[in-house]
């Protein structure tokens, strides 16, 4: 603690006596544990002045992301398990991961996995008002606010029991923090990427283990018309569905109501009415509703993104992974296809069906070197200052900051 408060407390405070930063928010830690008898904290905040991103150029302020190194993510294989405290509520609590082989090993592969993707630069093909809008949209959440921090770009796996069967998802990349109609725009190396997910993957588990086959869709043919409001297709309400069907699986005893997130308002159903009618039309599985196998799923989807993202790692390619789908350059859209099937066979023993999300560039402003296809593919302006425009933009500067500092390690 003495080196910590001369080498960083020292030069903290020294920043925001001389004007270059200011503190946006106390920390604080509480070691008298409050009414739940646990201790707790908050992390003290603070931002850049003005003065201070003064001494950059503006080039310079647009590559920063590129040059602030990676995010050490400390511990790689962790282990969160909620406990109780004296009032009864439940709390996430993280625990000391165990000594065995088996976490050696995947400590080891997540290296790998890190080093491989701190091999490449991957951003967002926007304007960078775009991106700044962005990020004032994330960090202006009030149930969630964060920064667009594009040098989080780490793995780690976080499993939530001691035995580790359950849980071990990837988390701590960057691109997981954003919203979803984000992701087309989601670039490599400057190039577009695309996105394949798994469909209807831990259904496909449940039947998988039952030796039973699966309906040709496991959400829409749920509810029955007579359930339904004249006029709604079940395809309109397939998304409720299919949350409702997660929270039954997650949950270790019969819920009583619909989990947040979860409007059935408009449909003239209960959440008893839509609970019972997954049941019933999903009779094989049955036995696994309320019965919280669906972290015990979760462990199965990490262990198959695992074998996945290694595939790629290895053979030096960016692979960006958000759960049960993954993110890599538009070329590699049919060998991602085949490596996904052939890991959930791998693992599972049954086929699997997968669908793609294909990448674009940012649409609501598109650059001026583009302008539009015709029967030959895009049509590329000729104006020098249109590309002069496009090659001093956030994403370019940064893509060739990151390979300045790339080229420099490897010399």
């Known amino acids: 603690m003495r080196s910590y408060d001369i080498h960083v407390g020292r030069a903290y405070r020294g920043l925001i006596e001389l004007g270059y930063l200011k503190q946006t928010r106390d920390g604080y830690y509480d070691r008298s544990g409050g009414k739940n008898g646990k201790a707790s904290s908050r992390i003290t905040r603070y931002s850049a002045t003005d003065k201070l991103v003064g001494l950059f150029t503006e080039d310079e302020q647009l590559a920063f992301p590129a040059v602030i190194p990676a995010k050490h993510v400390g511990e790689l294989v962790r282990v969160q398990v909620k406990m109780k405290n004296p009032d009864g509520t439940k709390v996430k609590t993280t625990v000391p991961t165990p000594v065995t082989g088996d976490v050696e090993l995947m400590r080891w592969r997540l290296e790998r996995i890190n080093r491989g993707l701190s091999h490449h630069w991957y951003d967002l093909d926007m304007p960078d008002a775009d991106i700044a809008a962005l990020q004032d949209r994330l960090s202006d959440d009030v149930v969630n606010s964060r920064q667009l921090a594009l040098h989080h770009r780490s793995l780690y796996r976080v499993f939530n029991d001691e035995d580790l069967t359950t849980g ?5 990349g960057w691109w997981q923090g954003i919203p979803k109609e984000y992701r087309p725009y989601l670039c490599v190396n400057g190039k577009r990427m695309v996105e394949v997910d798994y469909s209807t993957m831990h259904p496909t588990i449940l039947y998988a283990w039952v030796g039973e086959e699966m309906p040709e869709d496991s959400y829409s043919g749920v ?3 007579g359930l339904l409001p004249d006029g709604v297709d079940p395809s309109e309400v397939r998304g409720s569905v299919k949350a409702a069907f997660n929270a039954m699986l997650n949950a270790e005893r019969v819920l009583k109501g619909p989990p947040a997130g979860i409007n059935l308002r408009g449909l003239e159903l209960t959440w008893n009415q839509l609970s019972n009618a997954i049941i019933e039309f999903h009779k094989p599985i049955s036995e696994h509703f309320y019965s919280g196998v669906g972290l015990k799923l979760q462990r199965i989807d990490s262990d198959i993104a695992e074998a996945v993202i290694l595939d790629f ?35 599972v023993g049954s086929l699997a069906q997968v669908k793609g999300t294909p990448g674009k560039q940012w649409e609501e402003k598109e650059p001026k070197w583009h302008q539009g296809n015709d029967e030959f593919g895009p049509i590329i302006s000729t104006d020098i200052r249109d590309h002069s425009e496009w090659m001093n933009s956030g994403p370019e500067r940064r893509l060739e900051a990151h390979r300045a500092i790339r080229q420099t390690k490897q010399s």
Do not use: C, T
């Open 313 to 347: 790692i290895d053979s030096g390619d960016v692979i960006l992974p958000i759960h049960d789908s993954f993110l890599v350059h538009h070329g590699w859209e049919g060998r991602l296809r085949e490596k996904m099937a052939e890991a959930f066979g791998s693992l």
């Open 168 to 172: 071990g998802r990837f988390y701590g």
């Open 223 to 225: 509810l029955p018309s």
